[in-house]
C-alpha cells in the first residue's frame, strides 16, 4: 500500500477508534476494559500513521512505549507530557483476555483516556502537516 494511502487509512480507524471513545466514555454500562482497549488503538494507529507518513516501518506490536521510541528514532519529537499515554498499553491485550485483578489500585478515569487520545492526535496532526 503507498505510504500516503497507508498514513490515511491508519488515522481513518483512529478516528474510528476515538469516535467510539467519545460515545463509551460517559455510559455507566460501558466497561473501563473496552474503553481503555479503543483508546489505547486510538494511540496506536496515530503514532503507526506518522511513522507511515515518514516512511518508517516498525515491528507488529501494541506496544506503545516501543512505538513512542521508534517514533524518536525516526527523529520526531515526541513532547514529554504525552508519555503518560504509555499507560494505556495493557488495554491492548492483557486486559481483553486476562483475567483483571479483583480490584484495581486506582480507577480508571475515563476521560484521561480519550484526553490521551485527543492530545495525541493533536500531536500527530502538527507532525503531519510539517
Same mark, same amino acid.
Do not use: N
Given at each position: 500500500?503507498?505510504?500516503?494511502? &497507508?498514513?490515511?487509512?491508519?488515522?481513518?480507524?483512529? /478516528?474510528?477508534?476515538?469516535?467510539?471513545?467519545?460515545?463509551?466514555?460517559?455510559?455507566?454500562?460501558?466497561?473501563?476494559?473496552?474503553?481503555?482497549?479503543?483508546?489505547?488503538?486510538?494511540?496506536?494507529? +496515530?503514532?503507526?500513521?506518522? *511513522?507511515?507518513?515518514?516512511?518508517?516501518?516498525?515491528?507488529?506490536?501494541?506496544?506503545?512505549?516501543?512505538?513512542?521510541?521508534?517514533?524518536?528514532? /525516526?527523529? +520526531?519529537?515526541?513532547? &514529554?507530557?504525552?508519555?503518560?499515554?504509555?499507560? *494505556?498499553?495493557?488495554?491492548? /491485550?492483557?486486559?481483553?483476555?486476562?483475567? *483483571?485483578?479483583?480490584?484495581?489500585?486506582?480507577?480508571?478515569?475515563?476521560?484521561? /483516556?480519550?484526553?490521551?487520545?485527543?492530545?495525541?492526535?493533536?500531536?500527530?496532526?502538527?507532525? *503531519?502537516?510539517?
Amino acid at each position: 500500500m503507498p505510504q500516503r494511502e &497507508h498514513t490515511e487509512l491508519l488515522l481513518r480507524k483512529a /478516528a474510528q477508534d476515538e469516535y467510539t471513545v467519545t460515545k463509551l466514555v460517559p455510559d455507566p454500562q460501558a466497561s473501563d476494559e473496552v474503553i481503555g482497549f479503543h483508546a489505547q488503538q486510538a494511540v496506536e494507529k +496515530i503514532l503507526k500513521a506518522v *511513522l507511515a507518513a515518514r516512511g518508517q516501518t516498525w515491528r507488529h506490536t501494541h506496544d506503545i512505549v516501543e512505538l513512542i521510541d521508534a517514533v524518536r528514532t /525516526a527523529g +520526531i519529537a515526541f513532547p &514529554h507530557d504525552l508519555e503518560d499515554v504509555r499507560f *494505556l498499553t495493557p488495554f491492548a /491485550a492483557a486486559f481483553r483476555y486476562e483475567e *483483571l485483578p479483583e480490584e484495581p489500585e486506582e480507577p480508571f478515569d475515563r476521560r484521561w /483516556a480519550l484526553e490521551c487520545v485527543r492530545r495525541t492526535r493533536v500531536w500527530a496532526e502538527g507532525v *503531519l502537516r510539517t
